[in-house]
């Protein structure tokens, strides 16, 4: 049985993770750390049956913990990322917003354990990357509109930004923006890799959402992943904590444990 520890454990997404991990016959919940809720039972916040203690701080992982998961914000994810590569517990990381210094930092931390940091776990998102990757050579012009809920304090999405990278290292022959002048400043969003436009949509409602717009001559091709509820990204944390130990070092993605 894989021990698991939740950072953000008492936060939306925190709450669907142990919700997660408690429902899963390979896996059980060890350890809660969320500073706004210490000394809370999860059991009762996660609705689930669960002693486990909510702690303040990292010292829960210290001991017989074998994966903890992160939802929490760059800052504190490095934190956390730090104490778990010393006492050799394997970190999954889904905070967004991690660019190529941190996962530079986490190559250098995890040399006894592995971290994987995946800038979505829904497993739909991750086929869609996968989508655009490999229809960016057959098409000269391409946008991303990623739409998130009215919190997300991020902009681009990680996911946006990753699906761009990779439509970019997949094809250089990218056409000119026509446009010559904006009435308003900003309309035609922001450059990406290649100059690939991405816009981002923040909203009251929405959770993650994402298209990807495809064009060339007399044809487009649109791409959308929609997760409508935070149960979406259960099945990829469950996979990333089961899976972990097997992929050393640090991954970034789910594609290598999906297989792509």
Not at 30 to 35: K, L
Not at 149 to 173: F, L, Q, Y
Request: proline fraction near 5%; charge should be negative; charged fraction near 20%.
């Amino acid at each position: 049985m894989t021990r698991v520890a939740v950072f953000g454990a008492a936060g939306r997404m925190g709450l669907e993770v142990c919700r997660a991990i408690e429902a899963d016959p390979e896996l059980t919940l060890a350890a809660a750390v969320d500073p706004g809720r210490a000394g809370e039972r999860i059991g009762p916040l996660a609705s689930i049956e669960s002693d486990v203690v909510v702690a303040a701080g990292g010292e829960a992982i210290i001991g017989d913990i074998d994966v903890a998961i992160d939802f929490t914000v760059v800052a504190a994810a490095m934190a956390n990322a730090r104490l778990c590569a010393e006492h050799g517990v394997h970190d999954v990381i889904g905070t967004s917003g991690f660019g190529a210094n941190e996962l530079d930092r986490l190559r250098a931390l995890f040399t006894r354990s592995n971290c994987l940091v995946a800038p979505n776990f829904a497993i739909g998102a991750v086929l869609m990357m996968r989508f655009a990757e490999l229809a960016a050579p057959h098409f000269e012009t391409a946008e991303i509109i990623e739409l998130h809920h009215d919190r997300k304090v991020d902009a681009p999405s990680g996911t946006a930004m990753a699906t761009v990278e990779r439509m970019a290292a997949a094809s250089a022959d990218w056409a000119d923006d026509p446009t010559e002048q904006e009435t308003l400043p900003g309309a035609r969003g922001a450059t990406g890799p290649a100059d690939i436009p991405v816009h981002s949509v923040r909203l009251r409602g929405l959770v993650a959402h994402q298209e990807v717009l495809l064009g060339t001559t007399g044809q487009s091709l649109t791409l959308r992943h929609d997760s409508y509820d935070r149960t979406s990204f259960m099945p990829g944390v469950v996979l990333a904590a089961r899976r972990i130990a097997e992929h050393p070092g640090v991954t970034v993605g789910l594609e290598p444990l999906l297989g792509l």
